[in-house]
């Protein structure tokens, strides 16, 4: 102990200058929005090493569990397409094919989640993507069970996600059954659950009805999965509070599906044009 009060005393000037750094920078990239954008980024890129050097550690003893969810996956996915097959052979002529003008809205990025937060009131995750494989800032992040969040900042091998666990976080989304939708947000209480609002009050909702995404937006294609409905406030008003039960165990996710809108950019000039 007195050895460290000689130190302190020793180089005392020394450290209230480097104290005095770190005020200064503090204050720098707090009250400029492009020190800051910077700092995010670069920050994001050196956790982002380190939590992937964490998560593969942690892996090694879940790939059991992460093996079942990827063949029941595959098995679904499967069993989707012989359906379609089973409707329509003729889709699958390759000559059909060749002829057909057909325009691909989305494309898929896979990517792994190294950094999970569910417990605060403003989560963000951390996936092994960036720019260098495609994924830039307002893209879709799902996986085979229902919505994760909105890409936030992207550097080159690492992006943020604002988790739907976010006290920030708006999602357009609807009632399966109906085409009556609202707008999805969280409380800040049960990682597992969330709120859908301004759903009209002519909206017919029981509980157990689905949840998904409504398709209003760049963002999320329509049909996402999100939830159930568990619980609805007595008074039917256009500002009705739906408490949704998640699909998604949030604090049990891994691989996840980064999602690009190709037909982003046309839409928002087009929407551009309407405000001038």
């Not at 750094?21 to 910077?38: D, R």
């Not at 964490?54 to 079942?68: E, T």
């Not at 999805?184 to 998904?212: C, M, R, S």
């Not at 891994?254 to 999602?259: A, E």
């Amino acid at each position: 102990m007195q050895q460290i009060f000689f130190f302190v005393q020793k180089y005392k000037y020394f450290l209230f200058f480097l104290l005095l750094e770190f005020f200064a920078i503090f204050l720098i990239i707090n009250n400029h929005s492009f020190h800051k954008s910077k700092f995010i980024s670069s920050a994001n890129g050196i956790t982002g090493k380190l939590y992937q050097k964490s998560s593969q550690f942690s892996d090694y003893f879940h790939l059991k569990d992460q093996n079942k969810e990827l063949n029941d996956e595959n098995i679904k996915l499967k069993n989707q397409l012989e359906l379609l097959m089973s409707k329509n052979d003729t889709v699958f002529n390759q000559t059909i094919i060749d002829t057909l003008q057909f325009h691909q809205k989305y494309t898929y990025i896979n990517a792994k989640i190294i950094k999970n937060e569910y417990h605060k009131s403003f989560n963000f995750l951390t996936v092994n993507r960036g720019k260098k494989q495609g994924v830039l800032k307002e893209m879709a992040v799902v996986n085979s069970k229902g919505i994760i969040g909105i890409t936030d900042v992207s550097n080159k091998d690492y992006s943020r996600v604002q988790s739907i666990l976010n006290k920030n976080s708006k999602i357009n989304a609807r009632l399966k059954n109906s085409f009556h939708f609202g707008t999805l947000i969280w409380n800040g209480k049960d990682y597992n659950t969330v709120q859908l609002i301004d759903i009209p009050k002519e909206a017919n909702i029981t509980q157990g009805d689905t949840i998904i995404t409504g398709g209003k937006s760049t963002i999320f294609p329509e049909g996402v999965l999100i939830g159930t409905v568990i619980k609805q406030s007595n008074k039917s008003t256009f500002n009705n509070s739906i408490d949704i039960k998640l699909f998604n165990d949030m604090s049990n996710i891994g691989y996840v599906y980064v999602i690009k809108n190709l037909d982003k950019i046309e839409i928002k000039s087009l929407d551009d044009s309407n405000n001038e």
